[in-house]
């Protein structure tokens, strides 16, 4: 079967592709995209390929497909990932941990995923926050109220 994508590899990019290898400092997509166009430069199918390194078809055409239309440097990197953008921006993340390493309610002894969630929409931070996420983001931070450099600027 003739490719529509051929993989024509000078000197320099072949090399290049050897040091990704033979480095050990990438990650392992990365290398494994490398081998992928030392091999269909060689002139293997995508099956032989896919079956050789153990990898899908479809990542063995795409790895060469993105070669040829956008260069090496792209076919060997990741693209950015679509997905859903933070919740909290810095401002409130930081606001939400200075309200947990405040004083708690009158008439509670410790602050509650869900009384901070509450308490930070009363504030008007935000309209609506699960404790699940103030769980999360908390969980992110090294914030720890019995260490004396907490984060927090002492009252």
Request: glycine share 8%; net charge positive; with cysteine.
């Amino acid at each position: 079967m003739a490719h529509k994508y051929l993989v024509d590899l000078t000197d320099e990019e072949q090399g290049n592709l050897l040091d990704v290898i033979r480095k050990g400092k990438t990650t392992a997509r990365r290398v494994a995209r490398a081998h992928i166009l030392l091999r269909a430069a060689a002139g293997a199918s995508d099956e032989e390929i896919a079956e050789t390194l153990h990898l899908g078809l479809s990542t063995v055409h795409r790895t060469r497909q993105r070669f040829v239309d956008e260069g090496l440097t792209a076919a060997l990197s990741e693209r950015g990932r679509s997905g859903s953008p933070p919740v909290l921006t810095g401002k409130q993340t930081a606001f939400l941990v200075a309200l947990a390493c405040s004083t708690p309610p009158a008439g509670r002894q410790r602050w509650t995923m869900r009384l901070l969630a509450d308490r930070f929409i009363e504030l008007r931070q935000i309209e609506t926050i699960s404790p699940n996420t103030v769980h999360r983001v908390l969980k992110k931070t090294t914030s720890n109220r019995g260490n004396a450099k907490n984060g927090v600027f002492p009252l």
